[in-house]
């Protein structure tokens, strides 16, 4: 009895120490050996500020101190921990896919932010801090600590970089300014040049004719939205080789930038200036939009419908042609390449998937749709240069996957229902009213299932705005996307309606 | 029983005593009450503020009301002092200044009166500790905002805020303010009234049930207006005739009518979120506001409160709140029927000086809202009106929209509304503003 009771007054203070002992930085980075977590750590406000106040790993890493949820918590990533450690080549951890906000969210505790940080509203705070804050509060549910505070615990260069477009010149801008615009005399592929800028891309002739829009009934990971099947008709015309790249949208960018929030919250994207009709382009991004993975010919993301609309304004103007976003069905016979299998390229969805049974155990097959995609499982979770793939039968490049395209269709899910079944459908444009736009191609976040030609989703305005501080939200920049761009298209002939 | 924390069984069984207790003044009442947002903590009641260190006081904004509220804080206990002031108009700092030198023997000096936009600044950096902001509520979100950063306690009018924009940071900066252990009180006289905080009590208490619907009147002659002078600029007439300019007073479905929506919300305990309404024009002489305003408000219990205002000569007048529960009704300060119409209570009044009956108070609410703040502030007991006054001044500002578009109009669009209105910089000059008022269905 009296051993009893000594071994379990031992027992509670060896496992206080055992507790304190393990919630040090020390325990922690014994083993969290991945490369920069402690260096960045040191770099960031929650170790270096100048009240010399050191946030240690569990403060955010668990739950408040005290709480029974610190304790669960601490013992699953404890184990968690352990079996990584153990069983995974921390080498082949994406790490910096692990910092970004959906992954952050699960290694990090609202409740531990807000227990050190009891007061939103200290003095000091600016005036953007208020608002933001009060949103905050009147939000709550909707919203993280970490949605506009990602990287205090961790420094990252690209949080702190600050944004000068005017001065964002890349390799190809020491090139040649172009004085004029290409001249197309012929159905063949040409170099567009931008007058006024170094910028050029590829534009390439997509013949038309008939396909079959939609996937067959049997195809894995087929989406009701992606049927019925309908025959549809395409003139002719011509789509950009890539993805329309930073170099292009900072181009379009640095000419039509609006100036404070006045004139983009009017919501017109053509105005009188001097009597000259000239495009009103975005206003500045709050955060870095490239998200710190690089500029150049990398795919241009965050910007909204809208400002893709807008660009193709601006580059319809700036040519004398007449730029505009794909239809959808322009879009799935671009990407089809003239195949009808899932992908452009020979190969099944079971067999690229990193999520089927048989691949979790013995890996995916992804040799094949490796060197034509950029997908999860090659990304490092963002996006990549074209010059990386391999192109589809018509010579386009990340038609599938890289970012997110838009169609200028509205997007309902049983579209293709309200198509003739008997007979080819002549250039659809989709319904005539909606909400939402069609996306297509998958992004560098898909997997494989996602990344088939026939997939079919749809912007989340009010999701992809969510975390936006603005009153109103910007109309130019989403805030809680970073996988959705565009390409553009041009008519050859006339664009026919019926 | 416990004057500090009455409950529901202890107050049936002592009305009587809680009406005596506070109509003497005797007990220390701090109550609280919640609404869906905040907790909101009414203020003590003493007939004067206690004595403790001196506290110097800074009048921003020195028209009518400022000077009037300059003498009540004056008035409100020992130890009171105003030291500084301000205004864009020089001649109503002078009247300003003779008039606290010849009834309060005050004197301000030279080189604590300040004039021009930037005068509130300067007041506040004057080694004040109170500030008294009286200029059109326009400028109020900016001023309150530097107060609460200068660490001042504040005593600011009605309304808060003219557009959405102006009532979210004032709710920001009361957040602030509250986490600096800042007191403000916001002008919203009602709260300050023993008529109304007892009549408050008792329905609290269930005795006319739960409130199913609630109107609201502010129904007046014609207020005041100034004609401008050939030598004014558009900026100094709009200001000199301010409670006619929508940027400047927020209309007067805002300007006045925001007590009554703000004796409704602390009844009701929470707001309304949507609101239909209309109104027009048709007497005025200057500036670009509706003469008056009638509007259906919807609460999320399905619940309607009804309120008109008018400011037109020679029509009914009626300046009061009616709530209709499940048991009763009551005017909210001084009356409380049953559904036969049959009195169940009655405010009991101090006799007047003559020894007979009244229906004025004690002490004038102006004054008591000043011996609150003072108290507050000497006691350290907490009292923010802001956020509270915020959100009413959000649903004057809702029904006003609505009535000016003809349109259903949401809490939810004035929580997120970008409306801001007024001119870009502040400057004697041109402003762009027509004097033409708002047309529903435009």
């Known amino acids: ?498 | 029983m416990s004057l500090e924390q009455p409950n529901r069984r202890d107050f049936i069984k002592g009305i009587g005593t809680v009406a005596a207790a506070s109509a003497l003044g005797a007990g220390f009442l701090l109550k609280s009450c919640s609404t869906d947002k905040t907790r909101v903590l009414l203020p003590s009641f003493l007939d004067t503020a206690p004595d403790g260190r001196v506290l110097k006081a800074g009048l921003i904004g020195c028209g009518g009301r400022g000077t009037g509220a300059a003498i009540n804080y004056l008035d409100a206990g020992p130890g009171l002092e105003i030291t500084a002031l301000g205004d864009v108009f020089q001649d109503r700092i002078d009247r300003c200044r003779t008039y606290l030198k010849d009834q309060k023997n005050v004197e301000v000096a030279d080189q604590k009166c300040f004039v021009g936009f930037d005068a509130y600044q300067k007041v506040i950096e004057s080694d004040v500790d109170i500030v008294i902001l009286a200029t059109p509520p326009f400028f109020r979100p900016s001023h309150f905002e530097a107060a609460v950063r200068a660490r001042k306690h504040v005593f600011m009018e009605k309304p808060v805020a003219i557009d959405p924009v102006g009532a979210r940071s004032v709710m920001a900066s009361a957040r602030m303010a509250d986490a600096a252990g800042l007191k403000v009180v916001a002008g919203t006289q009602r709260r300050h009234q023993r008529d109304y905080l007892t009549a408050y009590e008792h329905i609290k208490s269930g005795v006319i049930g739960d409130i199913v619907a609630a109107n609201c009147y502010w129904n007046q002659p014609q207020l005041w207006f100034v004609n401008r002078q050939p030598n004014w600029s558009d900026m100094e007439a709009m200001l000199r005739d301010w409670v006619n300019w929508t940027w400047l007073s927020g209309d007067h479905i805002v300007e006045q009518h925001v007590h009554n929506y703000d004796v409704i919300s602390w009844f009701k305990g929470k707001h309304p979120v949507k609101a239909v309404g209309f109104g027009a024009r048709h007497r005025r002489p200057t500036g670009d506001q509706y003469d008056f305003f009638s509007v259906d408000f919807e609460y999320d219990d399905s619940t309607h409160l009804h309120s008109m205002c008018r400011q037109i000569d020679n029509c009914a007048n009626n300046v009061s709140e009616h709530i209709v529960g499940t048991k009763g009704t009551s005017n909210c300060h001084n009356l409380i029927r049953d559904h036969k119409g049959e009195q169940i209570w009655t405010y009991q009044y101090p006799l007047d000086e003559n020894g007979n009956p009244s229906e004025q108070l004690m002490k004038n609410p102006f004054e008591q809202e000043m011996v609150n703040l003072v108290a507050a502030i000497r006691n350290n007991t907490p009292l923010n009106q802001a956020e509270e006054c915020a959100m009413s001044t959000l649903v004057g500002i809702m029904g006003r929209i609505s009535a000016y578009t003809g349109k259903e109009v949401t809490m939810e669009e004035m929580m997120n509304s970008s409306l801001r209105l007024g001119p870009e910089t502040l400057e004697f000059g041109i402003v762009n503003i027509p004097a033409t008022s708002p047309v529903p269905g435009a």
């Open chain 1, 1 to 498: 009895m009296l051993y009893g009771f000594f071994i379990g007054v031992l027992f509670i203070i060896f496992s206080g120490k055992v507790m304190d002992y393990t919630s040090t930085d020390q325990f922690c980075m014994s083993c969290h050996v991945h490369p920069h977590a402690e260096e960045n750590w040191h770099l960031s406000t929650h170790y270096d500020n100048k009240s010399g106040i050191v946030v240690h790993c569990v403060q955010c890493h668990l739950p408040p101190h005290g709480s029974l949820a610190h304790f669960s918590a601490k013992a699953k990533t404890g184990l968690r921990d352990a079996y990584a450690m153990v069983f995974k080549d921390t080498e082949k951890i994406n790490w910096e896919a692990k910092r970004q906000l959906e992954a952050a969210l699960k290694h990090t505790y609202e409740e531990s932010c807000i227990s050190c940080h009891q007061n939103l509203f200290p003095l000091q705070l600016s005036q953007e801090g208020m608002h933001a804050h009060l949103y905050y509060e009147e939000n709550r549910h909707d919203l993280n600590c970490l949605n506009c505070h990602l990287h205090v615990g961790h420094f990252s260069e690209v949080a702190h970089k600050k944004i000068d477009f005017g001065f964002e010149r890349t390799e190809t801008e020491a090139a040649v300014v172009h004085e004029k615009a290409a001249e197309v005399n012929a159905f063949a592929t040409f170099t567009e040049t931008i007058p006024g800028t170094s910028v050029s891309f590829r534009m390439l002739p997509i013949a038309g004719g008939q396909f079959t829009l939609g996937s067959p009934a049997g195809e894995p990971g087929r989406l009701e939205s992606e049927g019925p099947q309908r025959e549809v008709e395409l003139s002719p015309f011509f789509m950009s080789e890539i993805q329309v790249s930073w170099d292009m949208y900072l181009a379009f960018f640095r000419e039509t930038m609006s100036e404070g929030r006045s004139d983009a919250s009017i919501g017109l994207s053509v105005r009188q200036v001097d009597g000259v009709d000239a495009i009103s382009g975005p206003t500045p991004p709050w955060g870095s939009p490239d998200q710190g993975w690089g500029w150049g010919d990398r795919p241009a993301i965050t910007m909204t419908y809208h400002a893709a609309e807008t660009f193709c304004q601006w580059l319809s103007q700036k040519t004398g042609k007449n730029y505009r976003l794909p239809t959808e069905a322009e879009w799935e016979f671009a990407a089809r390449g003239g195949t009808t299998t899932p992908y452009f390229f020979e190969g099944s969805p079971k067999r690229f998937s990193s999520q089927t049974f048989r691949n979790r155990i013995f890996g995916a097959d992804t040799t094949i749709i490796n060197s034509y995609v950029i997908y999860e499982a090659n990304s490092m979770a963002r996006t990549q240069s074209p010059q990386t793939v391999r192109s589809n039968p018509f010579g386009l490049k990340n038609m599938l996957g890289n970012v997110w395209e838009f169609c200028s269709d509205f997007y309902v899910e049983d579209a293709y229902a309200s198509y003739p079944e008997k007979m080819a459908v002549k250039n659809p444009t989709g319904p005539s009213t909606g909400s939402e736009r069609v996306v297509r191609g998958g992004s560098f976040r898909s997997d494989a299932y996602e990344l088939r030609a026939a997939t079919r989703s749809h912007t989340r305005h009010n999701d992809w705005l969510r975390t936006d501080p603005q009153i109103p939200k910007s109309i130019w920049w989403y805030s809680d996307v970073t996988d959705v761009g565009f390409r553009v298209v041009m008519d050859w002939q006339p664009f026919e309606k019926e």
